[in-house]
């Protein structure tokens, strides 16, 4: 056994975290750092920086672009991107359609769509649930009806991350009603411009606008656009179900909050002295560092094995459950670090340029709001209790 | 043993509860209550008084109706159960009972509070003294006669509409000294308040205040016992709160569990959502029953009193994450929602552990009263 990285990936570190920190602008870290509300040109300053690099289509095979990175350079990529404070990659273009397009679709959608992902031409959604179809997405009811060149459709997709941006959606649809759910469904590509095409914002529990409701009234949508086979959707939405589970234990973030949890009881004073110092809840974090470093650990196991080529099966959905437990945890504790200075709500200071003075310390403001808005973890991206049905299912023989 | 409310009790809650449900009809209607000036509904307020709500949390000797642990008790569950935000914390029962408990009780001013004519604030907490009783930074000096306090108070919760505000200063020692700790009556108008609202819903404030008058109300054992007493009755009546917050989460969950339908069943009818149900059900019990040995005993001695107030609101922080956790997982993205109430009711009731103690502070509060 070695837990060691090689000296090959520890260069492969320092030439990431070089260029993240040459090219990501001084306002952009501040604001992620902040918990700041980022804009659509935030994003694609840093998806363009990437593009230009070579680096946004860091999951592709080299032959469409992509880097041909093994899991453990993924899994140093994604660490340094945390690390360096960069806002997220999003997924939807790049990480998810990118690897069913590569698959399962036809060289005319290669080639036009592929180029545009990597150059970021696109702004890509997710159009997968819908208001009757959570956590059993086979029973989903937007339908897509034959017209000859085309595709009438009609229904409703929900939580639908910054669909606000998107300029095209990839959708599972019906296209036949009459047969068991999981083989009536194709995978069709939208474009949001299309008429009939209505995004209606959600508003969180947190006061934030980032999930939408998309909305379809008898929108045309040309032949060309379906994916694969008709009434074969089912099999590649699931083939990029595995894609959206990737570095899903989110071990980054979770290692990141963790710092910031430290520092924030350092700071956070009890009956005049650091809560650091006060033995019940300095365990507390201390257990939450165990736990964290054991996954860390079963986290590289699982990308060390992917990187001999081996598929991760079952270990992806607990490496999910655990994950966002961990990652909830951390939200939890920053919490409770807070006491009383957990209660002000200042929406207007995750805005670009808020200068006022924040209540209490700043890094106070974001605490609560993001503690809320992770509940979220364990419910999207398939729900901790479809996790364990899947892993159940699949390891017991029962 | 009883465990029953006698027939007058049973009134208060029938009136009070109904008299909230139609004012409190859907989360909307307190949305719109939370945008007024004040952060919530001066309508609603002078009702309630008119109603004698506010009577029930004061005792007869100072002119209410009620103002026994049972009362306070009845009262803020229906204020939990509806997410009311009017002042009946920091008026109706902080500041009363502050005023209640001097050696000349201000009675005209109680009497101005149950007639929905004066508000209050009690502004103790500080940006540092987290939970604590005589942790105290903001001094108070005696000039000429006059009590000239400096400083500044931080959430205090409805302060910006307050026209008095009882200010916890110190009038000698070190910072976190239980002796030389005082209480003021000021008038809110010589005050700075920055006025913002809390992340579950509530109007606060920060205050700070250079050489401003202050009247002396007590002083030194007088005032510790008062800070602890106040802050022990806003504990028992945020644990009621807290009681009536989780069983409408839990109704809640329970006919979501029923309607909404994946795989072809409600999604209740699987079991291990079922069992999930039974432990929240079997937490609130026990919740609610500590919280009812609270409120049976907080006309005890002071220690038997606090012990059983730090009993219940330990309960209340650690059950409270529980069901404001599991009813937002047991439904779903749903509850991720701001249209939906679900989410408000999860918000304040995580809240409700970081106001007048949390889980940790009545857990060492307990500790200490347990072994005397």
Same mark, same amino acid.
């Given at each position: 056994?070695?837990?060691?990285?090689?000296?090959?990936?520890?260069?492969?570190?320092?030439?990431?975290?070089?260029?993240?920190?040459?090219?990501?602008?001084?306002?952009?870290?501040?604001?992620?750092?902040?918990?700041?509300?980022?804009?659509?040109?935030?994003?694609?300053?840093?998806?363009?920086?990437?593009?230009?690099?070579?680096?946004?289509?860091?999951?592709?095979?080299?032959?469409?672009?992509?880097t041909g990175w093994n899991a453990i350079e993924k899994h140093i990529f994604e660490e340094e991107i945390v690390k360096a404070s960069a806002p997220r990659i999003v997924p939807f273009g790049v990480n998810m359609l990118?690897?069913?397009?590569?698959?399962?679709?036809?060289?005319?959608?290669?080639?036009?769509?592929?180029?545009?992902?990597?150059?970021?031409?696109?702004?890509?959604?997710?159009?997968?649930?819908?208001?009757?179809?959570?956590?059993?997405?086979?029973?989903?009811?937007?339908?897509?009806?034959?017209?000859?060149?085309?595709?009438?459709?009609n229904g409703q997709k929900t939580w639908t991350t910054l669909g606000h941006h998107a300029d095209m959606i990839f959708c599972l649809v019906k296209t036949d009603l009459n047969i068991k759910p999981q083989l009536g469904?194709?995978?069709?590509?939208?474009?949001?411009?299309?008429?009939?095409?209505?995004?209606?914002?959600?508003?969180?529990?947190?006061?934030?606008?980032?999930?939408?409701?998309?909305?379809?009234?008898?929108?045309?949508?040309?032949?060309?656009?379906?994916?694969?086979?008709?009434?074969?959707?089912?099999?590649?939405?699931?083939?990029?179900?595995?894609?959206?589970?990737?570095?899903?234990?989110?071990?980054?973030?979770?290692? /990141?909050?963790?710092?910031?949890?430290?520092?924030?009881?350092?700071?956070?004073?009890?009956?005049?002295?650091?809560?650091?110092?006060?033995?019940?809840?300095?365990?507390?974090?201390?257990?939450?560092?165990?736990?964290?470093?054991?996954?860390?650990?079963?986290?590289?196991?699982?990308?060390?094995?992917?990187?001999?080529?081996?598929?991760?099966?079952?270990?992806?959905?607990?490496?999910?459950?655990?994950?966002?437990?961990?990652?909830?945890?951390?939200?939890?504790?920053?919490?409770?670090?807070?006491?009383?200075?957990?209660?002000?709500?200042?929406?207007?200071?995750?805005?670009?340029?808020?200068?006022?003075?924040?209540?209490?310390?700043?890094?106070?403001?974001?605490?609560?709001?993001?503690?809320?808005?992770?509940?979220?973890?364990?419910?999207?991206?398939?729900?901790?209790?479809?996790?364990?049905?899947?892993?159940?299912?699949?390891?017991?023989?029962? | 043993?009883?465990?029953?409310?006698?027939?007058?009790?049973?009134?208060?809650?029938?009136?009070?509860?109904?008299?909230?449900?139609?004012?409190?009809?859907?989360?909307?209607?307190?949305?719109?209550?939370?945008?007024?000036?004040?952060?919530?509904?001066?309508?609603?307020?002078?009702?309630?008084?008119?109603?004698?709500?506010?009577?029930?949390?004061? /005792?007869?000797?100072?002119?209410?109706?009620?103002?026994?642990?049972?009362?306070?008790?009845?009262?803020?569950?229906?204020?939990?159960?509806?997410?009311?935000?009017?002042?009946?914390?920091?008026?109706?029962?902080? /500041?009363?009972?502050?005023?209640?408990?001097?050696?000349?009780?201000?009675?005209?001013?109680?009497?101005?509070?149950?007639?929905?004519?004066?508000?209050?604030?009690?502004?103790?907490?500080?940006?540092?003294?987290?939970?604590?009783?005589?942790?105290?930074?903001?001094?108070?000096?005696?000039?000429?006669?006059?009590?000239?306090?400096?400083?500044?108070?931080?959430?205090?919760?409805?302060?910006?509409?307050?026209?008095?505000?009882?200010?916890?200063?110190?009038?000698?020692?070190?910072?976190? #000294?239980?002796?030389?700790?005082?209480?003021?009556?000021? #008038?809110?108008?010589?005050?700075?308040?920055?006025?913002?609202?809390?992340?579950?819903?509530?109007?606060?404030?920060?205050?700070?205040?250079?050489?401003?008058?202050?009247?002396?109300?007590?002083?030194?054992?007088?005032?510790?016992?008062?800070?602890?007493?106040?802050?022990?009755?806003?504990?028992?009546?945020?644990?009621?709160?807290?009681?009536?917050?989780?069983?409408?989460?839990?109704?809640?969950?329970?006919?979501?569990?029923?309607?909404?339908?994946?795989?072809?069943?409600?999604?209740?009818?699987?079991?291990?959502?079922?069992?999930?149900?039974?432990?929240?059900?079997?937490?609130?019990?026990?919740?609610?029953?500590?919280?009812?040995?609270?409120?049976?005993?907080f006309e005890s001695n002071p220690t038997i009193r606090d012990k059983n107030v730090s009993a219940a609101k330990n309960l209340v922080g650690r059950v409270g994450k529980l069901i404001a956790e599991e009813s937002i997982?047991?439904?779903?993205?749903?509850?991720?929602?701001?249209?939906?109430?679900?989410?408000?009711?999860?918000?304040?009731?995580?809240?409700?552990?970081?106001?007048?103690? #949390?889980?940790?502070?009545?857990?060492?509060?307990?500790?200490?009263?347990?072994?005397?």
């Open positions: 056994m070695n837990f060691e990285y090689s000296e090959k990936d520890e260069n492969f570190r320092i030439e990431v975290r070089e260029w993240l920190k040459a090219t990501l602008p001084h306002y952009l870290k501040e604001k992620v750092k902040k918990y700041q509300r980022l804009t659509k040109e935030d994003y694609e300053l840093f998806m363009n920086n990437l593009s230009k690099k070579g680096w946004l289509a860091w999951h592709w095979p080299e032959e469409y672009g992509g990118g690897p069913v397009l590569i698959e399962f679709g036809s060289e005319e959608q290669k080639n036009y769509y592929l180029p545009r992902i990597l150059n970021n031409e696109d702004w890509w959604a997710q159009g997968y649930s819908e208001p009757g179809a959570g956590s059993d997405l086979a029973s989903l009811k937007t339908t897509a009806i034959d017209k000859g060149d085309h595709y009438l459709v469904i194709s995978f069709l590509l939208i474009d949001m411009k299309s008429p009939g095409v209505e995004v209606k914002p959600i508003i969180t529990l947190d006061g934030e606008h980032e999930v939408n409701e998309v909305w379809f009234t008898d929108v045309k949508v040309p032949k060309k656009n379906l994916v694969g086979k008709e009434n074969e959707g089912w099999t590649y939405a699931k083939y990029l179900l595995t894609f959206e589970r990737t570095g899903i234990a989110g071990v980054p973030n979770s290692k /990141s909050a963790l710092n910031h949890l430290k520092m924030v009881s350092r700071k956070s004073m009890k009956n005049g002295k650091p809560l650091i110092d006060d033995p019940i809840f300095s365990s507390e974090v201390a257990e939450l560092e165990i736990d964290l470093l054991a996954m860390e650990i079963f986290n590289l196991r699982t990308v060390s094995a992917a990187a001999e080529g081996k598929a991760p099966g079952m270990e992806s959905s607990l490496l999910k459950i655990k994950g966002t437990l961990v990652r909830q945890k951390t939200t939890e504790l920053l919490r409770k670090a807070l006491g009383p200075q957990a209660l002000p709500y200042l929406p207007e200071q995750f805005d670009e340029g808020w200068n006022e003075m924040p209540i209490g310390p700043e890094y106070a403001g974001p605490i609560a709001k993001q503690y809320f808005n992770m509940r979220k973890i364990s419910i999207y991206g398939g729900s901790n209790e479809i996790q364990k049905n899947i892993v159940a299912k699949a390891s017991f023989g029962l | 043993m009883d465990f029953s409310l006698s027939e007058e009790r049973k009134m208060l809650q029938e009136t009070v509860g109904r008299f909230f449900e139609n004012n409190y009809k859907d989360i909307k209607k307190r949305g719109e209550y939370l945008k007024m000036t004040d952060g919530f509904s001066r309508e609603f307020w002078k009702e309630s008084s008119n109603l004698g709500v506010i009577n029930g949390l004061v /005792s007869p000797a100072f002119g209410g109706l009620g103002g026994s642990g049972e009362d306070i008790c009845i009262i803020f569950e229906l204020v939990g159960k509806s997410l009311c935000i009017e002042p009946f914390l920091s008026s109706g029962l902080l /500041s009363s009972t502050i005023l209640s408990s001097l050696n000349n009780p201000k009675t005209d001013l109680i009497n101005q509070i149950i007639e929905g004519k004066l508000l209050m604030s009690f502004a103790h907490m500080e940006m540092n003294n987290r939970y604590e009783d005589h942790f105290i930074e903001t001094k108070a000096k005696l000039e000429k006669e006059t009590w000239k306090l400096n400083g500044s108070k931080s959430f205090v919760i409805n302060g910006d509409s307050a026209d008095k505000v009882i200010i916890s200063a110190r009038i000698e020692g070190k910072v976190n #000294d239980k002796k030389g700790i005082g209480l003021f009556l000021v #008038d809110n108008n010589n005050i700075n308040n920055r006025p913002y609202n809390t992340i579950d819903g509530y109007r606060s404030t920060e205050m700070s205040f250079e050489n401003i008058n202050g009247e002396l109300l007590c002083k030194d054992n007088q005032a510790l016992k008062c800070i602890i007493k106040t802050n022990s009755a806003g504990a028992l009546a945020l644990s009621a709160e807290a009681v009536g917050i989780m069983q409408v989460c839990f109704d809640l969950t329970l006919d979501y569990l029923k309607t909404r339908k994946q795989f072809g069943k409600s999604i209740g009818a699987f079991q291990s959502i079922q069992h999930r149900m039974v432990d929240m059900m079997l937490e609130i019990e026990q919740v609610r029953s500590a919280v009812m040995l609270a409120s049976s005993t997982q047991l439904h779903g993205g749903i509850a991720m929602t701001w249209e939906y109430s679900v989410a408000h009711y999860a918000k304040r009731l995580i809240m409700i552990d970081h106001l007048m103690g #949390d889980a940790d502070y009545h857990r060492d509060r307990f500790k200490l009263l347990s072994s005397i």
